[in-house]
């Protein structure tokens, strides 16, 4: 499917998850199409407004980042207040100015871990995207260049370690596969167990 506008609705369609917001994690291996896919379901849903992972990790924190994510965004939103979170920035290696993540109706969090045990009970759904780990950390080391080739050598062992010990996807409700042209979006383990938080309706569209 190209049109993500049919998953934009079932997701409004949704009860709260964490206070007002329906929160949906977007996870899957670094170099998956995380980011692109959830620009494009952002648009879907009216310029949601998107936590990206990349600004709650650091390089001192690759997956220890959960306390962080819970005092400045979970707990703000789960109020119904305004999050407020400090960025890191990757070249600088120091934490930014605070942003804020409003408590919009849906509101899309996505990067590697979106998807961990200390973040589900607060999810309204859960995406996977469902692309291999070595096939994504490929993707990823071309699309970075050989610059960052000591950054993805401890990334992906780092990674592996995470998802060994907290894995996402036998709890993701939808996986999503990306096509030639747009995106197939399958039942995920967790609908497929009767775990999932709401109806997930299985797609098989493909773009022609």
């Known amino acids: ?23 949906i994690a977007v996870d899957g291996h670094a170099g998956s199409g995380k ?17 990206h992972l990349d600004d709650v990790a650091s390089h001192d924190s690759c997956f220890t980042w959960t306390d962080r994510l819970r ?10 207040g305004c999050a407020r979170y400090t960025p890191y920035d990757w070249t600088a290696r120091r934490f930014g100015a605070p942003r804020l993540l409003p408590p919009a109706p849906v509101v899309l969090v996505e990067g590697v871990g979106a998807g961990r045990r200390a973040v589900r009970p607060r999810l309204a759904r859960l995406l996977w995207m469902d692309l291999g780990a070595a096939e994504s950390w490929e993707r990823g080391r071309r699309r ?26 036998p709890y993701a409700d939808t996986l999503v596969r990306q096509l030639p042209a747009g995106y197939a979006l399958l039942d995920g383990p967790a609908s497929a167990a009767g775990t999932n ?3 997930t309706e299985r797609e098989h569209d493909t773009a022609s």
């Not at 005092?71 to 119904?80: A, H, K, Y």
């Not at 260049?145 to 990674?159: I, S, V």
């Open 144 to 169: 970075d260049g050989p610059a960052l080739t000591e950054f993805w050598d401890g990334w992906t062992a780092a990674e592996a370690e995470h998802f060994s010990a907290d894995p996402s996807r």
């Open 197 to 199: 938080h709401s109806v």
């Open 1 to 23: 499917m190209t049109d993500l506008s049919p998953l934009a609705t079932r997701l409004r369609a949704l009860a709260p998850s964490c206070g007002p917001v329906r929160l």
């Open 35 to 51: 980011s692109t896919f959830t620009a494009r379901l952002a648009t879907a849903l009216g310029d949601a407004p998107v936590l």
């Open 71 to 80: 005092e400045q965004v979970l707990e703000p939103l789960e109020r119904g």
